[in-house]
């Protein structure tokens, strides 16, 4: 099984700002089949980043993933009021499709 | 559009069973695989289990084997996932997910919550 360890745990940050998430797998992904979720309070997980890089449908292009294998980033270019809410990683190119722990993204 | 109605909300006893509902629309239902993923209150998302609406075949985390069971009905382009001997520790908000391979999981279903109390 594939274990995702998210980092940092909480981040606290201001409208405007720049935010960096991390997504560490224990093992290489395959295919960087690796997706990024933000899922605010009382809501669905919403699928931003598909294929490690690749923007979902809709989603503002402040969001953006790169990485491979092991080690993937989600970046917001200019933090909104909208996007506190916490951020998922997982992996879906081997079951079980797991998923990392999440980042709480607050504001500061 | 694409979407995905689940089934409301249930309160169960602790060692029966339960079984959400998740029709689909919108697409042509045998050719995206469904999968079914969990999220206890305040605690992150769990996967729980695959299933292939064309030929019926399944693949369950290892956590649920034995307990869970995937089914659909494509008259009604509904899958179902069954869950027995519920305990407390089941309480939580239950997904649908549809895979698009390389696009992961898009769309969700609203979530369907099962509370497991005496």
């Known amino acids: 099984e594939i274990v995702l360890t998210q980092s940092p745990g909480t981040l606290s940050l201001s409208p405007g700002e720049r935010a960096t998430l991390s997504c560490r797998a224990s093992q290489s992904v395959s295919s960087n089949y690796l997706a990024w979720y933000q899922q605010k309070p009382g809501q669905t997980p919403r699928l931003l980043i598909y294929a490690a890089s690749s923007r979902a449908t809709g989603i503002p292009d402040r969001f953006s993933g790169s990485g491979s294998a092991t080690d993937f980033t989600l970046t917001i270019s200019r933090l909104e009021p909208e996007d506190f809410a916490v951020y998922y990683c997982?992996?879906?190119?081997?079951?079980?499709?797991?998923f990392g722990q999440g980042t709480a993204l607050e504001i500061k | 559009q694409v979407q995905l109605v689940q089934s409301g909300a249930e309160v169960k006893k602790p060692g029966a069973s339960v079984k959400v509902s998740c029709k689909a629309s919108g697409y042509t239902f045998t050719s995206y695989y469904m999968h079914w993923l969990r999220q206890a209150p305040g605690q992150g998302l769990e996967w729980m289990g695959i299933?292939?609406?064309?030929?019926?075949?399944?693949s369950y985390a290892q956590k649920f084997q034995g307990r869970v069971t995937m089914t659909r009905d494509t008259s009604t382009t509904t899958v179902y996932m069954e869950l027995n001997s519920l305990r407390s520790e089941d309480t939580a908000m239950y997904y649908c997910?549809?895979?698009?391979?390389?696009?992961?999981?898009?769309?969700w279903g609203q979530g369907t919550l099962v509370t497991v109390s005496s």
């Open positions: 997982q992996q879906y190119g081997s079951s079980p499709y797991t």
């Open positions: 299933f292939n609406p064309s030929g019926g075949g399944t």
């Open positions: 997910a549809r895979e698009a391979r390389e696009l992961g999981f898009d769309p």
